[in-house]
């Protein structure tokens, strides 16, 4: 979880520094980090191809198994395949009580829904991280700013004691 934090600071800070090299006022627009991280993060990311399997599985839960056909050969007296006396094809396919069926469906229509919302949430967790991060920064720069100014106005308020 540290290490997340970690580069999400990290991302967001290369962003905000590359922003500010390329803007003139030297401010980068909170909707151009939103933009950036909601395509490039991998949390957000593997959310999302969580939620395609999940749409996938819909039509898979209303289908019928695959059928299945088996060939043998029976009553061999020896080793070879053209001496047996029986041979079997069959083909065999599940049917589920009718009921069944439709309310796998409506599960797996249930279950996708749940990891849409489940990715809509991560992608706000991940930006609530992001909007912290950017506060954090830019009150670290104007805290920086501010300690900048005071060292600048100090050693003119001694001259000016020395000089009185």
Same mark, same amino acid.
């Given at each position: 979880?540290?290490? *997340?934090? /970690?580069? +999400?600071?990290? %991302?967001? !800070?290369?962003?905000?520094v590359?922003g $500010? ?22 949390? *957000?990311? /593997?959310? +999302?191809?969580? %939620?395609? !399997? ?5 039509? $898979? ?25 029986m ?50 920064y ?5 805290a ?8 600048i ?12």
């Amino acid at each position: 979880m540290r290490f *997340i934090s /970690a580069l +999400l600071l990290h %991302v967001a !800070a290369s962003v905000l520094v590359y922003g $500010q090299q390329q803007t003139v006022q030297g401010t980068l627009d909170l909707r151009e980090l939103v933009n950036e991280v909601l395509r490039n993060n991998p949390e *957000i990311q /593997a959310s +999302l191809h969580q %939620v395609d !399997a999940a749409h996938a599985r819909v039509r $898979q839960a209303g289908a019928l198994d695959d059928p299945e056909l088996t060939y043998m050969r029976e009553e061999m007296p020896g080793f070879r395949w053209n001496q047996a006396d029986m041979q079997k094809i069959e083909l065999m396919q599940m049917f589920r009580f009718p009921s069944k069926l439709s309310k796998q469906t409506e599960i797996a229509e249930i279950n996708a829904e749940h990891s849409y919302h489940e990715h809509m949430e991560k992608a706000n967790e991940v930006l609530a991280k992001l909007r912290a991060c950017r506060s954090i920064y830019r009150y670290s720069l104007v805290a920086h700013d501010e300690h900048c100014e005071r060292r600048i106005a100090e050693p003119h308020r001694s001259q000016e004691f020395f000089i009185n």
